[in-house]
């Protein structure tokens, strides 16, 4: 690999991973090991004696000896350089197009701030199910994941949006930080516009698809509780019962289930009642 470096520097890609001491894992994410085209900056959370290095002038490494994707995410936001962000994991695969995707629904959209996109599964097989492109509303937000995430940085630094410390992968609620930081965007009056266009591939069996997991009814009556307060409760029940529908939990484990979303809604209380998070 010879020491690109890029010259007409629009898009930079915001990567989180973890124990990383050789760049040869970049080569999994790109199609014909064609990663050295592009601009990174990687948040390598490790141990002093597992470091990563870069002598690439356009893949830049940050080791970080923090816990927690959250904590991975903004400490990418704080250090980025843009124009246009993508925040990225490292078990992805990317169309080989996907930054002229990316680059393009920018500038046919230019109002936007924020632009999402599609994904597949490893089967070819649409990810979620999507709609046509349009603006997102509080609903939509739902579908999104964090790696078809796109943005300009500029105005998502101008209006302070940061992830949430308390959700996401590693943070006490393990699941919903990309839907909170979009909807953050939302509050702030950002622009945000899915284009129905695909960037990537990634497996179907991730972190979010869990959705019967006790971390994840934690994590979502938590979510449920910060947004809707008391009716949290109600929506609680209402998605235990989705998910038993689905056969993602059994009848049997119903009370089980219950019993630890009303811990997820307690816990989240107590860090509002502390003074440590506002719904």
Known sequence: MNNATKTNFKLEILLSTMNRNSLDFLAKLFP???YFNYNFLIINQTKKDCLLTSKYKNIRV???????????RNLA??????PVCLIADDDVI??????AV???SFKENAIANIITFKMKDLEGKDFKNYTASTWHSVLSLKQVNSVVIA????DVRAKNIIFNPYFGLGS???TADEYIFLRDCLKADLKLWFQSDYILSHDIN???????SDRIIFARAALFYKYSGILGYLRLFKYLFVILNNDSIKFSQLFAKCKTGLQGISAYKKIVQAGQETR
């Open 32 to 34: 014909n090991n064609s």
């Open 62 to 72: 940050i080791n970080s000896f923090t816990k927690g994707l959250t904590n991975s």
């Open 77 to 82: 936001l704080e250090n980025a350089k843009g």
């Open 94 to 99: 990317y169309n080989s197009n996907f930054e």
């Open 102 to 104: 990316i680059l393009k």
């Open 151 to 154: 943005f300009k940085l500029k």
């Open 172 to 174: 006490t609620f393990e």
């Open 206 to 212: 991730s972190s979010g698809k869990l959705e019967g």
